[in-house]
């Protein structure tokens, strides 16, 4: 935030162990009147339905369920670039992906997204993510695998599973 050219205020839900830390770097940036810490939240879904985006400024990411969750609340998204998040926003409008997973690449990506002032997006591209198609995913893949000839195992093959026995 210290490092946009922009002046956006930012809500940051959640709790935990580093809030103190993230506390002060609040003060010492003087981002006290643009940054709030509303704490834990258990139903965040007003926040971000009417937040005009959200962001996701991890360094590593399992599945983000929580840009899923943006998305299906029309809220565009600024990420940073992990769990192959790229592809996703690629095709949402209004939506940004940092160049690099640094500080300075997300600063970037935020000052783009608060220029381009976005409009609310659409949740349909998260039709992919629907129960059905998903699991009509794994039916293909299965069908795939289950039509493929099985092969013998090589001599190599048995004597490596001898071996580690």
Do not use: K, W
């Amino acid at each position: 935030m210290a490092r946009m050219r922009a002046r956006p205020r930012l809500d940051i839900i959640g709790d935990g162990p580093q809030r103190a830390e993230l506390q002060q770097l609040i003060y010492l940036h003087g981002l006290g009147r643009r940054v709030r810490l509303l704490g834990f939240e258990a139903n965040p879904y007003p926040h971000i339905a009417a937040a005009d985006g959200f962001v996701l400024p991890s360094r590593s990411e399992g599945f983000p369920n929580t840009v899923l969750e943006s998305l299906a609340l029309g809220v565009p998204v600024v990420a940073t670039p992990v769990a192959g998040i790229a592809p996703l926003l690629a095709r949402a409008a209004g939506c940004h992906v940092a160049a690099e997973i640094t500080e300075e690449s997300l600063a970037e990506a935020l000052d783009r997204f608060c220029a381009e002032r976005p409009r609310r997006g659409s949740p349909s591209l998260l039709a992919d993510f629907e129960a059905g198609a998903v699991a009509r995913s794994y039916e293909d893949l299965f069908d795939d695998l289950l039509s493929r000839p099985v092969r013998a195992p090589t001599q190599t093959a048995m004597l490596r599973q001898e071996a580690t026995r």
